[in-house]
């Protein structure tokens, strides 16, 4: 599998979870979530690109939305976390870091190729 | 950038997106070209692989927001065949019925032929994950299938939640899978010892 849609696999089951993380306290438009997360450590998001994803988010509930006009410019269209969103986060969170556990126990004993 | 916004327009258009959510979804995209451009990151931060390809670039978006309004070829197509299988279905239950009085049995009350499906006419073949966390496994159950999707459940105990509700899921909710994928659902089994069990 190539690097960078193995990335992109393993993404695509948290990073609706990475999303809600960084709009759980302060709302954010698309484009801010995406600086967000790179501040925060994660470097791209793979192939996808997360317009997709906060559309599913918005239709499930699990984040609310408001338009904020901007100085000069159109109304924004800013995301925030709903109080399920919220509860999804935390739950998700705890299945993650069982995840990760588990799937390190299992990979710890392999060397990493050291890339030339 | 401006071009690919126009593209985006275009095929929101094709799929019938109402025009209000489609200018929405131009406005906020274009803004968020514009402010990535004049800090020097490029579009492909923004837009992923999307952004060689507009058209399904904006495909995704509109479907995963759920405002695409025109049918899809496909979907004729398979409307059709589903409205063939079900004429079939229907002939061979009507043949089952006509055999089994012919031989002078009642007609059972529940042909063996399976229910003929109500004609249904899907717009797609993937489904969205709903949320189900913190649902009862009744509810869960019930819901997850009429969403198209199969669903399994593993009681975990002890717990704090409530008692026959719904911990976690996986995949999670709002992931995007095809119609007969698995639904895991984690329920709340008992209580710990030390606390009071609801009625």
């Given at each position: 599998m190539a690097a960078e849609s193995r990335r992109t696999q393993m993404l695509k089951g948290v990073l609706d979870l990475c999303l809600l993380a960084v709009i759980e306290d302060e709302p954010a438009y698309g484009y801010e979530m995406t600086k967000r997360l790179r501040d925060r450590g994660l470097s791209t998001v793979g192939e996808g690109s997360i317009y997709p994803l906060l559309g599913r988010l918005e239709r499930d509930g699990l984040v609310e939305t408001h338009r904020v006009a901007s100085d000069g410019g159109p109304p924004r269209k800013y995301y925030r976390a709903s109080p399920v969103g919220r509860r999804t986060l935390s739950e998700g969170a705890l299945a993650w870091r069982e995840v990760r556990g588990e799937v390190d126990a299992v990979l710890a004993p392999v060397e990493p190729e050291v890339k030339a | 950038m401006s071009t690919f916004v126009e593209e985006c327009r275009r095929e929101w258009k094709r799929l019938g997106v109402p025009d209000l959510i489609a200018e929405e979804m131009a406005t906020d995209l274009s803004a968020d070209l514009e402010e990535a451009e004049a800090e020097g990151v490029a579009a492909e931060h923004v837009l992923g692989g999307g952004a060689s390809d507009p058209r399904r670039f904006a495909a995704d978006w509109a479907q995963a927001r759920g405002v695409v309004t025109a049918q899809p070829e496909t979907s004729r197509r398979r409307a059709w065949l589903i409205a063939a299988v079900s004429a079939v279905v229907l002939a061979a239950g009507a043949a089952t019925a006509i055999a089994l009085l012919a031989v002078g049995?009642?007609?059972?009350?529940?042909?063996?032929?399976p229910a003929v499906p109500t004609v249904q006419e899907p717009t797609t073949v993937s489904v969205t994950v709903p949320n189900m966390i913190g649902q009862t496994e009744t509810d869960a159950i019930a819901e997850t299938r009429a969403a198209g999707l199969r669903v399994t459940t593993v009681l975990v105990s002890?717990?704090?939640?409530?008692?026959?509700?719904?911990?976690?899921?996986?995949?999670?909710?709002g992931t995007v899978v095809s119609r007969g994928a698995t639904l895991r659902l984690r329920i709340a089994g008992?209580?710990?010892?030390n606390t009071k069990t609801h009625p």
């Open positions: - | 049995q009642t007609a059972p009350k529940t042909l063996t032929a002890p717990t704090s939640q409530r008692s026959g509700t719904v911990i976690s899921q996986l995949p999670a909710p008992q209580p710990p010892a």
